[in-house]
């Protein structure tokens, strides 16, 4: 446990968890000297003896002062303990989630993650504060007791010793029934929360079909298994729960019931059995709280495994020597690639060769479901290839350090997302340092200025989770001055456009001629007017490159890009209109 | 607590026989674990006679195995007790909230972010639990036990006992003054884990743009900050409390008691007041008197951060819910008419102003203008999701207020272009509005709006569960909604740029689906491709929240205003083709 600690928390904190616990050990050390030293002093008070008594009681007083002093020390290390640790802790799994391919980020479910993130990392405080300081007293203080007994009259400690493997096989029993149950109520609890956010955050749809009641009884579904799993875990958990307290207190009444049986037949010396008797109550109370413990104990044991399975899934490799781009020209070689647990073992690109030429527009068409967004993500590295090669610059993207790559891509997402905050916050997050003359530059490229002088709060719009509290043509255009900001050698648009009218639509596609001098541009467009004037054009389906090259070129022969137009031509003629 | 109707409170109701039950046998249970003390003291006293009486001794430890089991037994079925009430409340409460959630304006999720939904919704009620399921019994064993013992021991020597508790009113100090100080501080605590788990959501749901904006490596990001803030609050609110709290329980500390009962025992000893035996219970009960101060002091710590989070969903529960009217109206046919409708999403901002128009059944209307215009909150308000601030919203002759949700969205459907869909399988999002609808009405819809063939490709068909085994890109997940949209089968119909991220080829197969959609109804169509407008009955022109032109295309081309010049614009995006636009 206390390695699973360390290895989630960090060797960083090792030496504070080690000075932590070994305060901790003093101090149930002492108390239990504490302990055994009422033995010869109670029975020097029943003897009579009043002066050995008193000679105790200041051995007693010295013991107990110990302890205070000890207790103080350890509570105030526990506390240092808990709060480095859980910094450390959060600090770790943050670097990790961010170090993690983004395929893993698709399939987490968000509800017990988050639940994790602060119930989870909330309990590994406790541990240090609340929970090892208990733990390890409830032990060690009653071990002391008992050699302490044991010089004192070895029969009664050899019961006590006795009851040691019962009370030990009655903790292990009962606490594995308790974490089979508790993993559960977990998972039951994990369902309900995802299913409450996504109840939570869907609202609109389900209300508008159907009030939600199909969905309201899903959730309810969920609800009620998760008291099913309650009422599981209670009946279960019901024998399991009495069971260690049970032994523990049986435990004491057979040692008093030998002990009573030793007086009986050894009058002598009954002022000392009183005493041990006392001794013996001392020895099970801290063993007691095991059981109480005992479940805290479990619940953090899980989520360390949980924190620790998280902490193992391999981050994306990073290179032990980077290499440097020559350039942001990019080349795709025989690329390879399907989302990891796709149902298929076909490719969704399968042998992708193009090349994307620095400094100029490049277009990629493709019908719905072809792989576009997929192929942008391989040039960010979101994802790494299965075989082939993703080059910028020359260099194979696996090659590139972490922050070259960060700096070498600006994408502009199909799905916008925005952090919570305001405008200027966002675009700034392109480049934190851009001067005022940049951010105003960009926002006037990406027609961002139209937006700040329309609202009332101007930039700083708050522009809610996600982006939610704007328009989808302000979200878009505000996610496009961020990539503006940021300069980088390669900007992705992936329907930059989608969402805007025909003026804002014009305005953005003058940005994108502006900025094709500056750096290389990959368009993905379903508007094919903002393709015609590209350099270069790749036609991507059935998971590879079928065509490429200019407008004119890709127009002169008959080919998947002219049914395109054609098709288009159809479509174009499509109007909406009733009957 | 609140004291409203459907608060917790009046929740607890149905439980609240079973916990009281539960506090009683804790009580009992207290109170027999006191006897292996007193049957100590019995031993003792027997074993000092003279001559000892073999008989008593035993019916001592028969004593103690009586009130072990006695104890045993209360222990067991009160915590039982507990927690079947515990669990019953929980369910109660979570349907209940689940349920409000259901009813509340939807301005209300707008105005909060699903971090603080969730900490609701999931945290707070979890919270909840500590309150009823331990917080309760706790406290019992907590007032019991050293009440009975400090009865007990008063009784055998109330010098003694004051003697023994000497260092409690130190303690008492101390421990007012950590209180005074820890409680204010709750709330911030309660912000900063809000904090994470927001940070957690927007690392999961952006986690693309923290990577592609280097967000990772910046000292200043995100989730840094809210780990800061966190770590601030937390030693903020027990740091310094801390030494005052570790000085007092010290003093109170077994080793501590143990040392005052024996200091007292032994001098009164000394000094004859007492014989060497009655120091025994002291010993022996001493520890009871304090032991349970570190669950009564901790107690209001975590008492108060439940009683918080049940504030919490107190006031979740005590939100108004947007009013259902007594009796539904139902609307005469599918006319839609917008009255002087102003409403915007902050106050003192409205976002629309003042509009009005009229959709004729079976009639297309096209809504167009520049981004942030105001189209997407018309469709909104349309589809209901918020009340307007001044005028009045009618379907078929009947104020959309005076509708109950099943006649509503009986009325009005739509497809937006966040596709919306839920993680259900793809059938049963199909069949959201129609939960009855078998699978041939769902396949045909599915074919209707294109989407059939893909999702026979998934690997289970239609029952591929989204965002798990269905990862859908764009285009598919729009043709999806469509699909519903088609199966809800309302009379009227909200399309808010429904085809933004459709490819040609299927954006041909969508316009299909869509003529079909649209056929016969009621139709209000948002959309920036103005070509696909031209033939519509009416067009209106919104721009910055006010309606500032109406009619048809040829109309609209033949004055100088918003509309030209968005035409005008979308034209010169034209291609050399010409075939197009
Ligand atoms: N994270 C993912 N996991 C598994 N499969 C995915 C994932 N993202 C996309 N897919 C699947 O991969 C295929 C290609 O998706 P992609 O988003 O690259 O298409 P696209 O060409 O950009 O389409 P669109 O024009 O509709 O945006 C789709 O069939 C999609 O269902
Ligand atoms: N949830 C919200 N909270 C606050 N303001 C909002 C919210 N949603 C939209 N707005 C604001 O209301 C105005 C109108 O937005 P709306 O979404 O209706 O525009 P739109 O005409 O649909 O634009 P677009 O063409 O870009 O989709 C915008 O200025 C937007 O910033
Ligand atoms: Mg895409
Ligand atoms: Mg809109």
Not at chain 1, 348 to 356: E, F, K, R, S, T
Request: charged fraction near 20%; charge should be neutral.
């Amino acid at each position: 446990m206390l390695r699973e600690l360390i290895r989630v928390i960090g060797s960083g904190e090792a030496r504070r968890i080690r000075l932590h616990l070994a305060a901790v050990l003093w101090h149930a050390v002492s108390q239990g000297v504490v302990f055994v030293l009422l033995v010869p002093l109670l029975r020097a008070l029943l003897r009579g003896e009043t002066d050995a008594a008193l000679r105790w009681l200041a051995a007693l007083a010295v013991a107990a002062v110990v302890t205070g002093v000890a207790y103080y020390v350890q509570a105030l290390l526990g506390f240092r303990t808990a709060v480095a640790a859980t910094g450390a802790l959060y600090r770790r799994l943050g670097d990790h989630l961010g170090d993690l391919p983004l395929g893993w980020f698709a399939a987490v479910r968000l509800g017990s993650l988050t639940r994790l993130a602060t119930a989870g990392v909330g309990e590994v405080t406790v541990v240090f504060a609340h929970l090892v300081g208990p733990l390890i007293t409830a032990v060690a203080t009653p071990l002391t007791v008992l050699v302490g007994m044991a010089v004192f009259d070895w029969r009664p400690a050899l019961a006590m010793a006795a009851t040691v493997p019962v009370l030990y096989a009655a903790y292990r029993w009962s606490t594995r029934v308790l974490a089979e149950t508790d993993a559960d109520v977990d998972a039951a609890i994990g369902r309900s929360n995802d299913r409450i956010l996504e109840f939570a955050q869907r609202q609109s749809v389900l209300r508008a079909f159907g009030g939600g009641r199909a969905h309201q009884d899903r959730l309810d579904e969920v609800l009620v298994g998760q008291h099913e799993a309650g009422r599981r875990q209670l009946r279960r958990n019901s024998l399991a729960r009495g069971l260690f307290g049970g032994a523990v207190q049986l435990s004491v009444t057979f040692v008093l019931a030998v002990s009573a049986l030793l007086a009986l037949g050894d009058t002598a010396d009954v002022p000392q059995f009183i005493a041990l008797a006392v001794l013996v109550v001392r020895f099970a109370e801290p063993v007691s709280a095991l059981g109480d413990l005992g479940g805290s104990l479990r619940t953090v044991k899980a989520r360390l495994a949980q924190v620790r399975e998280i902490l193992d899934v391999p981050p994306l490799p990073e290179p032990g020597r980077p290499r440097t781009p020559a350039g942001s020209r990019i080349e795709l070689v025989d690329v390879r690639f399907r989302y990891p647990g796709s149902p298929t073992d076909r490719f969704l690109l399968d042998g992708v060769n193009a090349v994307i030429p620095a400094n100029g527009v490049t277009a990629l068409v493709g019908p719905s479901g072809s792989g576009k967004t997929t192929l942008t993500r391989l040039i960010a590295r979101f994802w790494d290839v299965d075989s082939g090669s993703v080059r910028i610059g020359g260099v194979d993207v696996r090659e590139l350090s972490a922050a070259d790559r960060t700096a070498l891509v600006a994408p502009v997402f199909q799905h916008v997302y925005l952090f919570e905050g305001t405008i200027a916050e966002n675009v700034r997050l392109g480049r934190p340092d851009a001067s005022d003359e940049d951010v105003a530059e960009a926002a006037r490229l990406a027609r961002v200025d139209e937006i700040v002088h329309r609202l009332p709060d101007g930039w700083d719009t708050r522009v809610g989770e996600g982006g939610a509290a704007l328009s989808g043509g302000e979200r878009q255009r505000v996610s496009l001055a961020r990539a503006i900001l940021k300069r980088a050698p390669v900007v992705i648009l992936d329907e930059a456009t989608a969402a805007l009218d025909s003026v804002n639509e014009a305005a953005i596609t003058d940005t994108v001629r502006a900025l094709a001098g500056r750096c290389t541009l990959l368009v993905i467009a379903h508007q094919l007017s903002t393709v015609v004037d590209a350099d270069r054009i790749l036609v991507l389906d059935g998971g590879c490159v079928r065509e490429s090259g200019t407008h004119q070129e890709l127009m002169a022969v008959d080919g998947l890009y002219r049914r395109f137009w054609s098709e288009r031509d159809r479509v174009g003629g499509w109007r909406l209109k009733s009957g | 607590m609140t004291g409203h109707q459907d608060g917790l409170r009046s929740m607890l109701r149905p439980v609240r026989g079973r916990i009281t039950g539960g506090v009683v046998l804790q009580a009992v249970a207290t109170v027999a674990s006191l006897a292996t003390f007193v049957a100590i003291h019995l031993l003792a006293l027997e074993l000092l006679r003279p001559e000892v009486d073999r008989g008593a001794v035993w019916a001592v430890v028969a004593f103690a195995a009586g009130a072990l089991v006695v104890r045993l037994v209360a222990q067991a079925v009160g915590y039982q007790l507990m927690h079947d009430a515990d669990i019953d409340f929980q369910l109660a409460v979570r349907r209940r909230v689940a349920a409000k959630l259901g009813r509340v304006p939807l301005g209300w999720f707008g105005a909060r972010n699903s971090a603080t939904v969730k900490k609701a919704l999931a945290d707070d009620i979890e919270a909840v639990h500590y309150l009823v399921a331990h917080a309760l019994p706790d406290l019992t064993a907590a007032v019991v036990m050293p009440v009975s013992a400090l009865l007990l021991l008063v009784v055998f020597d109330w010098r003694l006992t004051l003697a023994t508790l000497v260092l409690l009113p130190l303690f008492a100090v101390l421990f007012v003054a950590t209180g005074r100080r820890g409680s204010r501080q709750g709330e911030r605590m309660a912000g900063a884990v809000a904090g994470i788990t927001r940070a957690v959501v927007e690392f999961v749901q952006g986690i693309a743009v923290i990577k592609a904006f280097g967000g990772r490596d910046r000292a200043d990001n995100r989730f840094h900050r809210a780990i800061d803030d966190y770590m601030v609050a937390f030693s903020a609110v027990k740091g310094p409390i801390l030494k005052l709290s570790a000085t007092a329980y010290a003093l109170v500390s077994p080793a501590a008691m143990l040392l005052s009962a024996t200091a007292a025992g032994t001098v009164f000893v000394a000094l004859g007041l007492v014989r060497p035996i009655d120091v025994l219970p002291f010993v022996l009960l001493g520890l009871a008197l304090t032991a349970p101060l570190v669950v009564i002091t901790y107690g209001p710590q975590a008492f108060a951060a439940a009683r918080a989070a049940a504030e919490r969903v107190d006031e979740v529960l005590a939100t108004a819910e947007l009013p259902e009217p007594p009796v539904s109206g139902s609307p005469a046919d599918s006319r839609v008419e917008f009255e002087h409708v102003t409403f915007g999403y902050q106050e003192g901002a409205p976002s629309l102003r003042d509009v009005g128009f009229v959709l004729e059944p079976g009639t297309v209307t096209a809504l167009v203008g520049p981004s942030g215009a105001g189209k997407s909150t018309t469709a909104a308000l349309l589809s209901r999701f918020f009340d307007p601030w001044e005028g009045s919203i009618r379907v078929g002759g009947v104020d959309l207020r005076d509708l109950d949700a099943a006649a509503l969205y009986a009325s009005v459907s739509f497809v937006f272009q966040d596709a919306g869909l839920v993680t259900a399988s793809i059938a049963d999002n199909i069949r959201l509005g129609r939960p009855d609808a078998g699978d041939d009405d769902v396949r045909a819809a599915a074919v209707a709006a294109r989407c059939h063939d893909r999702i026979t490709a998934l690997p289970r068909g239609y029952d591929s569960v989204v965002g798990e085994d269905a990862q859908l890109s764009g285009g598919e997940a729009q043709r999806v909604a469509i699909a519903r949209a088609l199966l809800a089968d309302a009379p009227v119909l909200v399309l808010d740029e429904a085809t933004a991220f459709v490819d040609p080829e299927s954006e041909a197969a969508i316009y299909d689906a869509l003529s079909a959609l649209v056929a016969g109804r009621t139709v209000l169509f948002v959309a920036h491709r103005l070509h696909t407008v031209t033939e519509a009955d009416q067009i209106l022109v919104l721009d910055a929240g006010t309606l500032v032109e109406r009619g048809t295309h040829a109309e609209l081309l033949t004055h100088d205003g918003v509309y030209r010049r968005l035409w005008q614009a979308a034209e010169q995006q034209g291609t050399p083709t010409g075939g197009r636009r």
